[in-house]
């Protein structure tokens, strides 16, 4: 498997990452209504279920790139650099998401869609 596919899948896992920080050695978890549960979070709970949600918010734009840049025959060692850098800055950006720095976390956020656009750019010859 080549390192781009690797990075596919483990930014698909990366949501749930997110989902079991939030949720993690709570006491009063409500599996029967998570949603709910959820919802009513503060502090790094709240912000690890936002990680989740942008987590797979970004997951299709990423993959969609791989995929492109893997059709349109983009050399192999260009889709993995982008890749690899996607995923180091959406394990960045869920690390500052959890621990409450937002303007460290919008850098990781903005990296990580850069090197989705790079992967659009290398697919259309740029």
């Known amino acids: 498997m080549n390192k781009a596919f690797l990075c596919v899948l483990i930014a698909g896992l990366l949501p749930y990452v997110c ?3 939030a949720k993690w050695g709570f006491q009063n ?3 029967h209504n998570p949603r709910n549960w959820l919802a009513q979070q503060t502090g790094f709970r709240a912000r690890g279920n936002a990680a989740q949600a942008n ?11 791989v995929i492109i840049a ?10 993995d650099m982008y890749a690899l ?7 960045g950006f ?20 850069l090197s989705v656009v790079g992967l659009f750019a290398a697919a259309l010859g740029v």
């Open 70 to 79: 893997t059709i349109a025959q983009v050399e192999a060692a260009r889709i």
């Open 29 to 31: 978890y409500d599996n």
């Open 94 to 113: 869920i690390a500052c998401y959890l621990a409450g720095k937002p303007t460290l976390r919008s850098v990781f956020w903005l990296v990580g869609l």
């Open 85 to 91: 850098t996607f995923v180091a800055a959406r394990v």
């Open 55 to 65: 987590s797979f918010e970004a997951f299709a734009f990423f993959a969609s790139g």
């Open 19 to 21: 989902a079991m920080a």
